[in-house]
C-alpha cells in the first residue's frame, strides 16, 4: 500500500501534463501543415507542368493568358500573367509613337515587365512558403519543450521520493521517472518529422524559384525578340 501511494505521488506532474499537451498540439499542427504543403506543392507542380506545355507550344501570347486562369495554383503561370498585363500596358503606350520615342518606351517597357516580373516571382515565394517557417520552429523548440518537461517531472519524482519515509527504490522512483521521460520522447515525435519536412520543402521551394528565374529570362528575351524590340 505505501508503495502504491508513493508510486500514485510520483506520477506525472500538472507541469509535465502541460508539457505533454502542448507537444501533442504542435505535433498535430506539424502533421496538418506537413499535407496541407504536401498537396499544395504537388498541385503546384502539376499545373506549371501543364502551363510550360501550354506555354512552348501555344502560337500567341493571347492564348495563352486566356488559358493560363485555368493555372492559378501554378507559380510560373502566376508570374508570366503578371508580366503579361504589364506587357500590354506597354504595347498600348507604344502604339502611334516613331522614333526615339518609341524606343525609350520600348527600354522603359522591357524594365517595367522586369520589375513586375520579380515582384510576382517575390509573391510566389511568400505564398508557397507560407507555414513553413513554422515548421522549424516545431523542430528547433519541441525537443528543448519535452526536455524541459522531462527534468521537471525527475525533479518532482526525487522530490517526492526524499519525503517518503519509506526505503528507496527503483520500484519506488521509476514509474515517475519513465512517465517524465516520455515528455523528451513526444517532443522528438513531433520534431523529427517537422524537421524533415521542412528540409524538403525547402529543396522544393528552390526548385520553384529556378523555375521562376528561368521562366522569367526567357519571358523577357521572347519580348525583347519578337515584340518590345
Known amino acids: 500500500m505505501e508503495n502504491s501511494a508513493v508510486t500514485s505521488h510520483l506520477g506525472v506532474g500538472l507541469i509535465v501534463n502541460i508539457v505533454l499537451w502542448l507537444l501533442v498540439l504542435a505535433s498535430v499542427a506539424s502533421w496538418t501543415i506537413i499535407f496541407a504543403k504536401w498537396v499544395a506543392f504537388k498541385q503546384a507542380r ?20 486566356n488559358a493560363s486562369k485555368d493555372y492559378s495554383n501554378s507559380p510560373v503561370c502566376n508570374i508570366f500573367r503578371a508580366g503579361f498585363l504589364e506587357f500590354q500596358k506597354v504595347s498600348s503606350k507604344v502604339k502611334g509613337k516613331e522614333g526615339a520615342a ?32 513554422f515548421l522549424a520552429s516545431i523542430a528547433s523548440v519541441a525537443p528543448f519543450i519535452g526536455l524541459f518537461g522531462t527534468v521537471i517531472g525527475i525533479m518532482d519524482a526525487f522530490s517526492a521520493l526524499s519525503s517518503n519515509t519509506g526505503a528507496a527504490s ?50 523577357v528575351n521572347i519580348l525583347k525578340r519578337n515584340y518590345l524590340g
Not at 524594365?111 to 517575390?122: A, G, Y
Not at 520534431?191 to 524559384?209: E, K, T
Open 102 to 133: 518609341a524606343s525609350d518606351l520600348l527600354l522603359n517597357g522591357v524594365e517595367n515587365v522586369e520589375r513586375s516580373l520579380r515582384r510576382s516571382s517575390l509573391a510566389e515565394v511568400i505564398r508557397l512558403e507560407r507555414l513553413v517557417p
Open 170 to 219: 527503483i520500484q519506488v522512483v521509476g514509474p515517475g521517472i519513465s512517465e517524465a521521460l516520455m515528455a523528451t520522447a513526444v517532443g522528438l515525435f513531433a520534431a523529427i518529422p517537422a524537421l524533415m519536412a521542412y528540409n524538403q520543402a525547402s529543396v522544393r521551394m528552390r526548385h520553384f524559384r529556378a523555375d521562376m528565374d528561368n521562366f522569367s529570362s526567357d519571358f
Open 46 to 65: 502539376k499545373e506549371t507542368q501543364k502551363f510550360l506545355d501550354l506555354f512552348w507550344n501555344a502560337k500567341s501570347l493571347d492564348s495563352i493568358f
